[in-house]
DNA sequence: ATATCCACATACGCTGCGTATGTCAAATTG
DNA sequence: CAATTTGACATACGCAGCGTATGTGGATAT
C-alpha cells in the first residue's frame, strides 16, 4: 500500500517550512520568490497555497517552528541553574545568543515584526515569553524580586537581550563585544531584585 | 524671477518625504505604493527615483526625519530633570511615550529593521543611541553607575524601553499598562547604578 | 470496480517596481 | 539677449512575482 494521504501532507508541509526556513533567512521575506521555494522542495506554488493559504502564512509557520526551539532551548539552559535568579539570567544570556543566529536574526527579529506585526501579539513568541513571565512571577512570590508586573518585567528582559544580540550581531568582533553586553544585561537585570538582596545576587552566574 | 531650481527640489524633496512618512505610516511599507504617494504629493514616480534612488531611499529618508525628532525630544525631556541618573530615567521614558505614536511604531520599529537591516547600523539611529550613550558616559564617570561598557547599557536600555512600548500599543488599555512599564522599566535601569546608590536614587522621578 | 474527493499542478491576469527615454524650464555662455 | 546646455521631472515600457481560477491524477469511500 502507498503511502497514506495525511502522512505525505505532513511531509509536504515540512518540505515546504524547511525549503521557505532556509529562503527567507537567505534572501529575507520581500527577496524570497515563492517559485523558487517551493520548487527547492520538489514542490510548486498550489502546493503553498493549499496549505498555508499565502507567503505570510508559510512565514508564520516558519517563525512558529523558530520560536518553539528558541523558547524550548531556553527553558532547558534555564534548567542548568540552581537557583531560579541564575535561572533567569540564564535564560536572558540564552536569547542573546540564540540572537546571534543569522536565521533568527533575519526570520524573527528583522523580518517578523514587519510581517507579522508587534510580536507580543504573535502565539509563538508569546510561548517564549511565557517561559520567562512564569520565572519572574516565581521569584516575586518568594520576594527575591521587587514587585513587579511580571509581564512587563518579562518583556523588558527579553527585550533587551534579543536587542542586545542584535548589536552584537552587527558589531565587527562579536568576541570581545558579547561579554560586554552580557555584563550590562545581568547588571540591568538585577535592578528588578529585591533591595536586600540586590548585593549578594547580581553578579552573572 | 521665477523660483531657483534647487529651491523648487528641496521643496519637492519635503513634499515627497511627507507623502511618504504618512503612507508608510498608514500602509506599511510593503503596501505603499509609490505612484499612490508620489501622486498625493502632486509629483510622479519620476522624481522620487531621481531624488531618491528607490523606494528604500525614500524609506531611509523618512526614518531619518522621524529619528531627528526622536532625538531631539528625548534629549528636550531630559534636559528638565535636575540630576543626571534622573536625566537618564526620563529619557528612556520618552522612548516609551514616543513608540506610542502609530506612525513611530509602523515606520521605525516595524518595518525599519525589515528594510534597513538592524537599527545600530543607521546612521538616524545611532542619533538616538549617542544621546543615551553619552548619559551614561557621565553618570559612570561620576561613579554613579557600574561601569559598565557604555554603548552596551545604552542599548539595552533603549532596547528595553522600545520594546516595551510596543507592547504597550498593542494592549487593550494603554492605559493602565503604561504606568507598569515605566515601573519596570526604572526598575531595571536602576540596575545600573552602583551598589552604594541604589537605595536612594532607585525610585522613578 | 466505480464514483468521489482532494492535494497539488498548471495557466492566467494584474499590480507595482525599476529603467530607459522624452521634454521643458532654468541656468550658462558668448 | 539669443543660443546652447543642463538637469529635474514626466512618460512609456518591460518584467518579476503574488494570488486565483481551473485542470488532473491518485487515494479514499461505497
Redesign the pocket.
Known sequence: ?????????Q???AKLIAAARKAFADKGY???????L?AQA??????????F?????LFAAVVNQIDSEMAARAKERAACEPDEWRSLLREGIAYIEMALDPEVQRIVLLDGPAVLGDPSTWPSQDNCLQVTKQAVEKLIEKGITKPLDAEAAARLLSGASLNAALWVAASDDAETVLPKAIEAFCAMASGILAPERSFASADQP
Do not use: C, I, P, V
Open positions: 500500500m502507498a503511502k497514506k494521504r495525511s502522512e505525505t501532507m511531509e509536504n508541509r520581500a527577496d524570497a520568490a515563492m517559485d523558487d517551493t520538489g514542490l510548486t506554488r498550489g502546493a503553498l497555497y493549499h496549505n493559504g499565502d507567503k505570510r502564512g
